[in-house]
């Protein structure tokens, strides 16, 4: 039986900003983020902003993903602030499109969840396109349940969220 992948996760320096420009460019990335460079633009501001938590994906010391995290209540009118308090927002893309349909999504956020999990957030939500059938199984593999449909300044999402277990003694 194949041993389950561990992922490392490490900020994203002005170094790798030559790997996302090239993800960004990949159809199956392009596909969900838009143009190649407004998301890099996007990308750089991700990096300088404290609210959110920009990280390459690992697999064997090699980069194969992007993974975001950010807490909705730290932005002003952000469209998600109305989930509970300690809520954090993920964003995730596949940047190695060989790594496609191996299982790496689910495994990756499942991974990632734990550890939010672990430093304390009550809840995690990630907002896929409501076409997006590939990311929507993904997530759903890692726990996560849809609860919402919405159209907000990021354009429209399925709302789905995965909260942390209650802890009984």
Request: glycine share 8%; proline share 8%.
């Amino acid at each position: 039986m194949p041993r389950k992948p561990t992922y490392g996760f490490r900020a994203v320096t002005g170094a790798d900003l030559p790997l996302l420009a090239g993800w960004l460019a990949e159809p199956h990335v392009r596909e969900w983020w838009g143009d190649p460079d407004q998301s890099l633009a996007e990308l750089r501001e991700v990096m300088e902003n404290v609210a959110m938590e920009a990280l390459i994906v690992e697999l064997d010391g090699k980069p194969i993903a992007y993974l975001q995290s950010y807490d909705p209540h730290l932005e002003d009118d952000h469209p998600y602030a109305d989930q509970p308090f300690g809520t954090l927002g993920l964003d995730i893309t596949i940047g190695v499109p060989e790594m496609l349909g191996q299982g790496h999504g689910s495994a990756i956020i499942a991974q990632f969840a734990e550890q939010l999990f672990e430093e304390g957030a009550p809840r995690l939500i990630i907002d896929p396109h409501p076409t997006n059938a590939r990311a929507i199984r993904a997530y759903e593999k890692a726990g996560f349940v849809a609860f919402d449909t919405r159209t907000s300044i990021y354009g429209p999402a399925l709302m789905m969220a995965r909260d942390a277990e209650e802890e009984t003694d």
